[in-house]
Structure formats: structure tokens, C-alpha cells
């Protein structure tokens, strides 16, 4: 097939579109298909009518304007088919908030308040966490311990958000669940556990090589399994996301809070999504092949 590979991107997380683009393109060519690179830049609408010439878009774009439903939008548009969630599920599992909403009364997410103001008082008490509504690779997020930390980050983050959400702290296991349709059928892949070397997952934990430890499969018993594969899977169909996604979350008590939705999880050397296929014996072109077959059938 010939195949465009949308990467780049205009957002903060663009180094790492270009990884997972570049892996991308790699994969296809090995998988036979004629694959071309699109950095996705402000001239974007005006080269998107030639994706008409290509049987498919392999969408490796990360946050604004590739993953909260607007480039699907675009391409919806245009009557060509992509990879990846459509324009509604997109745009939810972008906005934190909007997810919360979604899920709500289904699964479990921490409490949270919106605000748009510094302030130096908790809900929650402290430690709080404070993170955008609408961002991705851990970017802009912050743990605070005490009142002048919260202040600091609302006003520091606060320049470049209008709005940031103030959030309970939960102590637990992070976990990664990576879902992917095998026949039409979102099946759970090993589910990653993240020990990272920093007080959390943070973009510099998730890019720096050796600031991560993956374990694979998560050690997790029946009961705890159920929990995590059950309240990913919910949440991946209430969004309605589709082909492949990413549940991220904390296991306390045995409960599984949601953190967030990824529609388009990297696809860096680095990245969480191709280590669980690796473990469940899928090479990373396997995990692209799959990937384009959940929109080829």
C-alpha cells in the first residue's frame, strides 16, 4: 500500500512525534508498503488535499492537532482513511476533564477540581498533583508537597494553560494498559508496571534511557488483573476509541484509578505501547502491521 506517515506536529510533544514517525516509516518499509514522511506544520491544509492519493495515513502525531480530533476531523474531511480513534473519541480522551466526564460513574479516576488562578490551598491536602487539562508526555505536571509548591506551579503553568487541574494524589503502582483490536475485538496486551528513578513517570523518565524500569508483565494477582483489564476496557469502549489505545493509571488497594486516555501512544524505542508487544511476542513490525489492519480488513 502507499501509505503517508503524519508526524511532527506543532505541539510540545513534537521530538517525539518525530520518533515514533521515523519508527513508523521504518516498520512500513520493511512490511513492503511505499511509505512517505508529512511534517504536520502551519502549511498543513494546504498539502492535506494530496493525502487523497494515498490508500491509507498512519497518524504518529502526539498532542495538539494530531491527537484531540482535529487532524481526524480534517481527514474525515477529506474521505480518507486513517489510523487510530475518530474525531470524537480524539477530542475526550484529549481533555482530561472531558474524560473524567465521560467515564463518570463507570471507573475510578482520583478526585479533582479545575482551576484557573494560582492558589496555595488543597482540596485534597498535600502532596497534590497539578497537571494541564489538555497535554500529553507528562508535560506540565507537577507533584506538590506544600502550599508555596502548588502556588509556583499554578503560576508557572498558568502562562501557558488557561486552565490546570488540581488533583488527590494517589500513592500506588503505576501501570500502562495498551489495548489493541485484533478483528474488530480490543484485547489487552501484558500490562506494564513503570518503576521510574524520579518521584514519577515524568517526561524526562519517560525519554531518558535507564530512568525507567518496565516490568513485564505487571505481578499482579486474579482479583487485580480483573480489576485493571476490566476498567481499561470499559473505558477504552465509553470513549469510544478505536483500532489501539493506552490506559494509564495508579493500582491502590486494589483499585484502579484512570489517570488518562492515549489515542496515539508513542512509538519511540522508549515508548510503553511497543514494549508490551514485545512481550506478548509481537516485533515492533508485527505491532505496525496490526495496527494498519485494524482500518484495512
Not at 504518529?60 to 484531540?68: N, Y
Not at 515508548?271 to 505491532?287: V, Y
Amino acid at each position: 500500500m502507499k501509505i503517508a506517515v503524519l508526524l511532527g506536529g506543532i505541539s510540545r510533544e513534537r521530538p517525539i512525534s518525530l520518533k515514533s514517525g521515523e519508527n513508523v516509516l521504518k516498520a512500513l518499509k520493511k512490511l513492503g508498503h511505499e511509505a512517505f514522511p508529512i511534517d504536520v506544520n502551519g502549511d498543513f491544509l494546504s498539502v492535506a488535499p494530496k493525502l487523497k492519493e494515498f490508500d491509507l495515513v498512519f497518524n504518529a502525531l502526539h498532542g495538539k492537532f494530531g491527537e484531540d480530533g482535529v487532524v481526524q476531523a480534517i481527514l474525515d474531511w477529506l474521505g480518507v482513511r486513517y489510523t487510530g480513534s475518530k474525531v470524537l473519541a480524539s477530542a475526550i480522551c484529549f481533555d482530561k476533564i472531558m474524560t473524567y466526564r465521560t467515564l463518570n460513574g463507570t471507573v475510578r479516576y482520583p478526585e479533582h477540581v479545575l482551576v484557573n488562578k494560582p492558589v496555595r490551598e488543597s482540596p485534597f491536602g498535600f502532596p497534590c498533583v497539578v497537571k494541564p487539562r489538555c497535554e500529553g508526555s507528562s508535560i506540565g505536571v507537577h507533584i506538590c508537597d506544600d502550599s508555596e509548591q502548588l502556588y509556583q506551579a499554578l503560576f508557572e503553568e498558568l502562562q501557558e494553560y488557561k486552565e490546570m487541574i488540581l488533583q488527590r494524589y494517589i500513592p500506588g503502582r503505576e501501570l500502562t494498559v495498551s489495548v489493541l483490536e485484533f478483528n474488530g475485538k480490543p484485547q489487552i496486551l501484558p500490562i506494564l508496571e513503570l518503576k521510574p528513578k524520579r518521584r514519577f513517570y515524568d517526561y524526562i523518565a519517560k525519554y531518558t534511557p535507564n530512568m525507567t524500569e518496565f516490568v513485564l508483565p505487571a505481578p499482579l494477582t486474579k482479583q487485580e488483573y480483573d480489576e485493571v483489564t476490566q476498567s481499561a476496557l470499559k473505558a477504552f469502549d465509553i470513549c469510544e476509541c478505536e483500532g489501539f489505545a493506552r490506559v494509564d493509571g495508579i493500582l491502590k488497594d486494589g483499585v484502579f484509578y484512570v489517570l488518562e486516555l492515549n489515542t496515539i501512544p508513542g512509538l519511540t524505542d522508549l515508548s510503553d505501547l511497543p514494549a508490551s508487544a514485545r512481550a506478548a511476542g509481537m516485533s515492533f513490525e508485527e505491532l505496525i502491521d496490526a495496527i494498519i489492519r485494524t482500518v484495512v480488513k
